[in-house]
């Protein structure tokens, strides 16, 4: 398992050493610098800002510079909660430069504050998602082809053509602006979660709990079950005990592209509901033209996304260690 | 629809002369997909929607641009089917006009994917050993990170390009009524150049199976060149998967343009997709929630009726987990 492990972060470290070269040259490829606005800027003025941001340089030197200041350089992950939020200077000695936009502000203190709201809102996205989807699920498959599969099968059709931005604004309507139990956006209280998460969730429930089903049936199916069945085990104990462990494996594999799916959803739902995270930062950094900003969250994304693919990857061979091998 | 029609577009040719007419791949499909009611209503659905949004504008003499605005914003009403927005247009007439731009950035975005997608799993799998590893690798990377980030991205890349073709554009004094053309390029462009991946994939494993039978040796061995085996023995094998993928790509490039729309970087005004007539009607639906829930409708019931039909057309064709 640790080499297996080992293995895997190697991997990682050309992905991302391409994905780091291919967004830096795309973004500085763009025509139009960060300074391009609407108001004349003086050559003078602009002469000083490139120098400020090492934009004077030539290409290659930016690149190799940038590249070691992203580059960790120590690993302290203890020091990553010392400050207000998460600081990567001090942990990682990861270093994301200045945003063109923010001047007063390192992209590392605006990662520091937005990152952890984020990942907040992701976490209880999850849970909603794994907490409705799983039980949905096997649900489903234990009362296969009564109303209970129906309504859940259709449940899960209504999540998938139903998207976030369509979802949210419809649960504002009807819980914020009929009902009033909740306020439409921000994001001060704890009820303040609620419809954001449950708006991000709830896709995913869906698409949960049709691979569940789809997973609990092909195991339910299988000569042991049989066995343990004629072993007079109960439908509970066979579901938790004996079909968990295999009917699990498809919604393992699908947790990567769900996470993947649940980072670009925040991308909406923090728009919609004005949520100060990362997601809604990417965005408007992107409006903005913010290159370094664009960069560090694009690679903060990249690093949040292997790393958390690595895990389910790890799960999944524990779950089923045939993968082992292949 | 005679099952001679469908066999024609998927390419299966009736055997010449008076022969017993067996029952072929193409005739088993129509006659399970006739059978699947969701498929059927699905794509039923589509078609007419889409005649709907071709047609009806000129029909009922509707424009998405006519203001009214002492009539202001209104609820459905006899004249108005689904209300009126801030500036008295006619909101029935801008969901059938968005509809045209998202149904077209679907179909053109995905025969984009579609073609870039076949030609590069196929050559990848036909090729094997290290260019298919190195071809392969390229798209787990790609893969790792997701779409939407990419699409960004290269939204703001291809904003000036795009902004300066969309002025050369209208330069053209018969073109000076495409305004917002290079945005759609862009998106076309944008879209069509991240969702050929998992194309790729299916595409490359149909090829490693297929490439192992016989009549692909028999071809290598009459001196073939490698693209006229990959493009006329392999590609028209692989047309069931590559179909049911399509309809799949579609409804799911519909939803990546109308969220990017959604944020402000995809359709601009005066153009709109059903993802800007949602964004308009999500920010004024506390005093017109018709504006909202009259394009958010459309649309769900639009992506649930194409993977309807995406679901129906892989179980007729009986395609085994089409998305891995």
């Known amino acids: 398992m640790v080499r297996f492990i080992a293995r895997r972060l190697l991997e990682t470290i050309p992905v991302l050493l391409i994905i780091v070269t291919a967004a830096f040259f795309m973004i500085r490829l763009v025509p139009g610098g960060p300074f391009t606005t609407e108001r004349a800027v003086s050559p003078e003025v602009l002469k000083n800002l490139n120098a400020y941001y090492g934009l004077d340089r030539p290409l290659p030197e930016q690149y190799a510079r940038y590249l070691w200041n992203v580059c960790p350089k120590k690993f302290a992950p203890w020091r990553l909660f010392e400050g207000d939020g998460f600081d990567l200077k001090a942990s990682f000695g990861v270093d994301l430069g200045y945003s063109t936009k923010y001047t007063n502000r390192t992209i590392n203190e605006i990662v520091a ?30 009362r296969r082809n009564t109303w209970v599969d129906y309504t859940a099968s259709s449940f899960s059709m209504l999540g998938i053509c139903l998207p976030a931005f369509v979802m949210g604004p419809l649960l504002v309507l009807v819980f914020a602006i009929y009902l009033g139990w909740f306020a439409s956006s921000g994001w001060y209280f704890p009820s303040d979660r609620v419809l954001p998460a449950v708006t991000l969730g709830l896709v995913y429930v869906a ?5 569940t089903r789809g997973g609990f049936l092909e195991v339910l199916s299988q000569d042991y079950i049989r066995t343990a069945r004629a072993k007079g085990a109960g439908e509970l104990r066979i579901m938790f005990r004996h079909a968990l462990r295999g009917g699990l494996l498809p919604v393992i594999s699908y947790l990567g592209p769900a996470i993947a799916g649940i980072i670009s959803g925040s991308f909406v739902i923090e728009t919609i509901f004005q949520i100060p995270g990362l997601g809604r930062e990417f965005v408007t950094s992107a409006f903005n033209r913010d290159q370094p900003l664009v960069l560090g969250t694009v690679l903060l994304y990249a690093v949040l996304i292997i790393g958390l693919n690595l895990v389910v990857d790890v799960m999944q061979v524990w779950l089923n260690p045939r993968l082992k091998f292949e | 629809m005679k099952p001679g029609v469908f066999n024609r577009l998927f390419g299966f040719r009736r055997p010449p002369g008076n022969v017993e007419i067996g029952s072929s791949l193409g005739t088993d499909a129509w006659r399970r997909l006739r059978a699947n009611r969701a498929a059927m209503a699905g794509g039923i659905f589509v078609l007419l929607l889409t005649a709907a949004c071709l ?40 969901i059938l006009y968005g509809g045209r731009i998202s149904l077209m950035i679907g179909l053109v975005a995905s025969i984009v994917s579609l073609v870039i997608g076949v030609s590069y799993g196929a050559i990848a799998g036909y090729a094997g050993g290290r260019l298919d590893r190195v071809m392969m690798r390229i798209v787990d990377i790609i893969y790792s990170l997701p779409f939407i980030i990419f699409v960004i991205l290269m939204m703001v890349f291809l904003k000036e390009p795009m902004d300066r073709l969309d002025a050369w554009l209208r330069g053209f004094s018969w073109l000076s009524n495409l305004q917002g053309a290079g945005r759609i390029l862009g998106l076309f462009a944008a879209i069509g150049a991240v969702e050929w991946l998992t194309m790729a994939r299916i595409v490359r494993g149909q090829v490693l199976s297929i490439k192992k039978m016989e009549y692909i040796e028999a071809a290598r061995c009459l001196g073939f060149s490698p693209l006229r085996i990959i493009f006329k023995h392999i590609v028209p094998n692989l047309l069931g998967p590559v179909i049911v993928f399509t309809t799949l790509t579609i409804p799911a490039v519909i939803l990546l ?9 995809g359709v601009d005004a005066p153009l709109s997709s059903w993802g800007t007539l949602i964004k308009d009607g999500a920010e004024k639906m506390e005093d017109a929630p018709w504006l909202l829930i009259g394009p958010g409708s459309i649309f769900a019931l639009t992506l649930l009726s194409l993977n309807l039909l995406g679901d129906g057309l892989r179980d007729a064709l009986d395609i085994r987990s089409g998305k891995d």
């Open chain 1, 113 to 142: 504050a937005k990152l952890p709201v984020s990942l907040e809102l992701g976490g209880w996205a999850l849970l909603i998602a794994l907490g409705v989807g799983l039980p949905l699920g096997m649900l489903a498959a234990a």
């Open chain 2, 257 to 265: 343009e109308s969220f990017l729309s959604f944020l402000g970087l």
């Open chain 1, 207 to 211: 698409y949960i709990a049709r691979l």
């Open chain 2, 55 to 94: 047609l009806l504008p000129s029909l009922l003499n509707l424009s998405y641009s006519d203001q009214d605005l002492a009539l202001g914003s209104t609820a459905p009403s006899a004249t108005h089917w689904l209300g009126t927005d801030m500036h008295g247009r006619d909101q029935f007439a801008r």
